[in-house]
């Protein structure tokens, strides 16, 4: 049976796939008065005198929201906040088997940036963090900053989660093809939230040689005209040589692709264009911009794509609930970049011995949640986010 028509069987069959359980069995007048009234009162009063009495005495200390407006879900577009659901109800079970962490998902009928904003402060007294997911660029950057003071952490998934992992990727891939960051030319295709996060997490760590940015309107580079806001902040740090063209134009010596765009985009005839030893990350979902097969025959040393069918899975996956567990645990306030750097090399440092056909773990290796969360507590002490 073909995988689109099983999932469509178990989501009919269990009509979703969360459910929400009690702690307590009310099964007597004695526990009745305890859970509810009169005894709730009690609780109430030590939260309104002592507020930060609600991380102990409520699901906030080990609870976060999956928030969307339904604008970018996967490779499916703008499909709205019901249709959304089905992934942000996935995401909410993904944070709960794999990190022990309670999650609901939040589909907000609005795609007006204040609005968004608005709903979500409101509603984060009942929740340790919110993970914002599937909002399309660039109203995803607007967003999250107007949340960084909310005193709990706030992370766009699709942005810094996959930013941490491929950066965590890379890193191994790199010692299977025996070359170095400093010496990289690196294209990216896809400037959208992931794409944008990606670069900044590359010249933080360390600064390769070269880094091209491309999307559908060709290559970016300074000066280039019409270019929305964050595309020109992104033009200043990239591309130095102000090489001009489309895909096919950047890739030429070029030693890793990664791309976060469309399906079906990258030839083979681009990829012998580019260096020997060629790691290509084709992350689009569900549908890569290459397969596989077609990648390896072109002469691709390391290939990695989104799908959690192929031999090495760089999806975001694999980041978030070890993020926030971790800045849970320490009480964060914040997600800050030495939290996610240091989430990166937690996550690289899962495979001892990277090898072309296993450079990163498995989203169901519990060691990944366990090392990812450690550091992130520790690191989240270290710098400062929990003041």
Request: hydrophobic content about 45%; glycine content about 6%.
């Amino acid at each position: 049976m073909e995988i689109e028509k099983q999932a469509i069987e178990l989501h009919e069959k269990l009509k979703g796939k969360l459910e929400v359980k009690s702690k307590v069995k009310i099964d007597s007048k004695e526990m009745l008065a305890l859970a509810y009234t009169p005894g709730v009162a009690e609780p109430c009063k030590e939260i309104q005198s002592q507020p930060d009495k609600v991380w102990k005495y409520t699901i906030k200390s080990d609870t976060i929201a999956v928030i969307t407006d339904g604008s970018a879900v996967l490779g499916l577009g703008n499909i709205g906040a019901e249709a959304s659901l089905p992934v942000m109800e996935g995401k909410c079970a993904l944070f709960k088997e794999l990190a022990g962490i309670n999650a609901f998902p939040i589909a907000i009928k609005s795609q007006k940036t204040e609005e968004i904003v608005s709903v979500i402060k409101n509603i984060s007294p009942v929740f340790g963090g919110i993970n914002l997911e599937d909002i399309s660029s660039p109203r995803c950057f607007g967003i999250e900053r107007q949340l960084q003071n909310l005193g709990i952490p706030v992370m766009h998934d699709d942005q810094h989660a996959t930013a941490i992992v491929v950066l965590a990727a890379l890193q191994n891939a790199l010692k299977v093809v025996g070359k170095e960051m400093k010496d990289l030319k690196i294209v990216l295709n896809g400037i959208g939230a992931a794409g944008t996060a990606i670069t900044k997490i590359l010249l933080a760590e360390e600064k390769p040689k070269e880094i091209i940015l491309c999307d559908k309107q060709g290559i970016l580079f300074k000066g280039k005209t019409d270019m929305i806001e964050h595309h020109k902040e992104l033009a200043e740090i990239t591309n130095e040589k102000k090489v001009q063209g489309n895909l096919s134009d950047a890739l030429v010596g070029a030693d890793v692709f990664i791309g976060v765009s469309a399906p079906n985009i990258l030839s083979k005839k681009m990829i012998k264009s580019m260096n020997s030893k060629a790691i290509v990350f084709a992350l689009a979902n569900p549908i890569p911009e290459i397969s596989r097969e077609d990648a390896l025959d072109a002469g691709v040393e390391v290939f990695a794509s989104g799908r959690s069918d192929d031999l090495n899975q760089v999806n975001n996956v694999l980041v978030f609930p070890g993020v926030f567990k971790g800045a849970l645990n320490a009480k964060a306030k914040r997600i800050n970049e030495e939290m996610k750097l240091a989430a990166a090399k937690a996550l690289a440092s899962c495979i001892d011995k990277p090898t072309k056909e296993k450079f990163i773990p498995s989203p169901l290796d519990k060691e990944v949640v366990k090392k990812i969360s450690k550091a992130v507590e520790k690191t989240a002490i270290k710098s400062g986010a929990v003041k």
